[in-house]
């Protein structure tokens, strides 16, 4: 072969080389790439709207339901990244191909708190000193003016208890919101009060129309054939308009020596409209509501019943207070029991009701 062919051959291959890498070059800087997905709350499938997400210099901002879609990115390994106010700025290496599927999780932006208040007396509008303010492993004593302080927590829920001996334990979740929070705590204080009755009588069906309110024993019976039932009304005097009832139980002492008889069921209801010692009857006797049921235990001369909830209309939600009906239900078996009355001839034998409160 002449050198001249060699030189054209040499240059025909090399110009078909060129060509070959000028359309090569040019296919490739036609692809790109897209990312497409949704933008959740880590940890979640919340979405998220709003958020601006971007990738070599290509925008989307998420949909209501998250989604977003970013189109022309260049193949291979970019740098995703994403922003929205409330959320920890986000950023991920992607590889990206024709099609990449990628879903963006944001974290909500927990900014720092200090967390103050006062932890105070309700009824009284004092400060409580010496109160114990606990978050978690924390504990915090108020000062004298009943003031508490963490100074360095964060944007988040903490469960909170405020304890104090003789006041009731306050427990809540608090969710700082702003660097300085104030959360102000009011305490009540426990008591405990024993009422006595300024009202009691008992009505029987044999003799439905006869009044015996002066008498020293409260009556309760029922076989099927006779029955007797008592009212009976205890006086709220010098208990706090705050106080809220924790406990409220009623107890009656059984003047007669127990014997071998079943014992018998005490069913203890709210009275609804008024009546008086002096002139109650079977027959004008008036309404009641709910009951409390309470077995008799025959060696034991003191026979309670818990009444709480009674209280508690009374004292917190408006209820008149018009007494209790104390009845029972038919048991044959079972036998009478005669308790002693607010006329009963041993004041330490009284019916009284023992008042756990929070005021």
Not at 25 to 39: A, E, I, Y
Not at 95 to 108: K, L, N, P, Q, S
Not at 126 to 144: H, K, R
Not at 317 to 338: K, M, S, W, Y
């Amino acid at each position: 072969m002449s050198a001249i062919r060699v030189v054209r051959t040499l240059a025909l291959v090399t110009g078909l080389a060129l060509v070959l890498l000028l359309y090569s070059c040019t296919f490739m800087s036609d692809l790109s790439g897209s990312l497409v997905g949704k933008v959740m709350v880590a940890g979640s499938s919340t979405p998220v709207d709003g958020v601006l997400v971007e990738c070599e210099g290509v925008f989307d901002v998420s949909a209501a339901d998250g989604a977003y879609s970013l189109e022309g990115i260049p193949p291979g390994e970019r740098v995703v990244l994403a922003s929205a106010a409330d959320y920890d700025d986000y950023s991920a290496v992607v590889r990206i191909e024709e099609t990449t599927v990628y879903d963006v999780y944001m974290t909500a932006y927990v900014g720092p708190a200090r967390l103050f208040g006062y932890v105070r007396h309700v009824a009284l509008d004092v400060p409580v000193e010496g109160a114990n303010v606990q978050i978690g492993i924390m504990n915090v004593v108020t000062d004298a003016l009943g003031y508490y302080e963490y100074p360095n927590l964060q944007q988040t829920s903490y469960d909170m208890t405020v304890t104090k001996d003789g006041y009731r334990q306050f427990s809540q979740s608090v969710h700082p919101t702003s660097e300085n929070f104030q959360f102000d705590v009011n305490v009540k204080k426990l008591a405990t009060a024993t009422l006595w009755p300024n009202a009691d009588a008992s009505v029987y069906e044999s003799s439905p129309d006869d009044n015996t309110g002066n008498t020293t024993r409260l009556d309760l019976f029922d076989n099927g054939f006779i029955r007797e039932r008592f009212y009976i009304r205890f006086s709220l005097d010098g208990i706090e308009e705050t106080a809220e009832p924790s406990s409220a139980l009623l107890r009656l002492y059984h003047t007669e020596e127990e014997g071998e008889e079943a014992s018998r069921t005490l069913l203890v209801g709210r009275v609804l409209h008024s009546w008086s010692e002096s002139s109650v009857t079977w027959n004008n006797g008036p309404q009641t509501t709910g009951e409390s049921s309470v077995q008799g235990e025959y060696d034991l001369r003191w026979y309670e019943a818990e009444v709480g909830s009674y209280f508690s209309d009374w004292l917190t939600h408006g209820e008149a207070n018009r007494g209790l009906l104390v009845d029972t239900p038919e048991q044959h078996q079972a036998g009478r029991f005669i308790f002693a009355s607010k006329e009963y001839w041993e004041e330490d034998k009284w019916p009284h009701v023992v008042l756990h409160y929070a005021w």
